[in-house]
T-cell receptor, first 112, second 113 residues
Framework: GNSVTQMEGPVTLSEEAFLTINCTYT??????LFWYVQYPGEGLQLLLK?????DKGSNKGFEATYRKETTSFHLEKGSVQVSDSAVYFC???????????FGTGTKLQVIP | DSGVTQTPKHLITATGQRVTLRCSPR?????VYWYQQSLDQGLQFLIQ???????AKGNILERFSAQQFPDLHSELNLSSLELGDSALYFC????????????FGPGTRLTVL
């Protein structure tokens, strides 16, 4: 079956540090890949997505590249802010009527 | 604001009781998804409906059921509640099902005492 593996958190960084959250997946076919973010007390919201190999999704300074050869979709940001503190979920959508699979989430805490 | 609404925001009830959670999808979205989020289990997919029909099923207990109505709103029914059912329940919606990103509601926090 499909699966998503994320690096375990929590991840604690100082403001302006470089962020990488690793995500690898297992799936057949050509899934779409997503990063969602959940701020405290809120629901998940889409951060970025990529629908095919070598696509780069980007939003709010965050980037992730769909790497089919390494089955990865790592999230990066060059300079994090305190306001980026949240839980980040990697997810894959196989398409059709198959369910979306979410990773376990990685909590990021950015300290001033 | 995602455009997905959920009611109630908070629900406190006792073991053995039955509750109904309600979700209204974004205008134009045909798919509705239900998720359970707890500290020890993470985000668990429960069930998906598309235009009134069940499309995918996840780790949904037999005590739980859902439906999507002709106006596309959805209800999740939880019965014979146990302490372990205490969690955040999220509804999400999307236009279709094929590779579509999902838009999440703010969630209903269920506490079973």
């Amino acid at each position: 079956g499909n699966s998503v593996t994320q690096m375990e958190g929590p991840v604690t960084l100082s403001e302006e540090a470089f962020l990488t959250i690793n995500c690898t997946y297992t799936a057949t076919g050509y899934p779409s890949l997503f990063w969602y973010v959940q701020y405290p007390g809120e629901g998940l919201q889409l951060l970025l997505k990529a629908t095919k190999a070598d696509d780069k999704g980007s939003n709010k300074g965050f980037e992730a590249t769909y790497r089919k050869e390494t089955t990865s979709f790592h999230l990066e940001k060059g300079s994090v802010q305190v306001s980026d503190s949240a839980v980040y979920f990697c997810a894959l959508s196989p398409g059709g009527y198959q369910k979306v699979t979410f990773g376990t989430g990685t909590k990021l805490q950015v300290i001033p | 604001d995602s455009g997905v609404t959920q009611t109630p925001k908070h629900l406190i009830t006792a073991t053995g009781q039955r509750v109904t959670l309600r979700c209204s999808p974004r205008s134009g979205d045909l798919s509705v998804y239900w998720y359970q989020q707890s500290l020890d289990q993470g985000l668990q997919f429960l069930i998906q409906y598309y235009n009134g029909e069940e499309r995918a099923k996840g780790n949904i207990l037999e005590r739980f059921s859902a439906q999507q109505f002709p106006d596309l709103h959805s209800e999740l029914n939880l019965s014979s509640l146990e302490l372990g059912d205490s969690a955040l329940y999220f509804c999400a919606s999307s236009f279709g099902t094929y590779h579509n990103e999902q838009f999440f509601g703010p969630g209903t926090r269920l506490t079973v005492l």
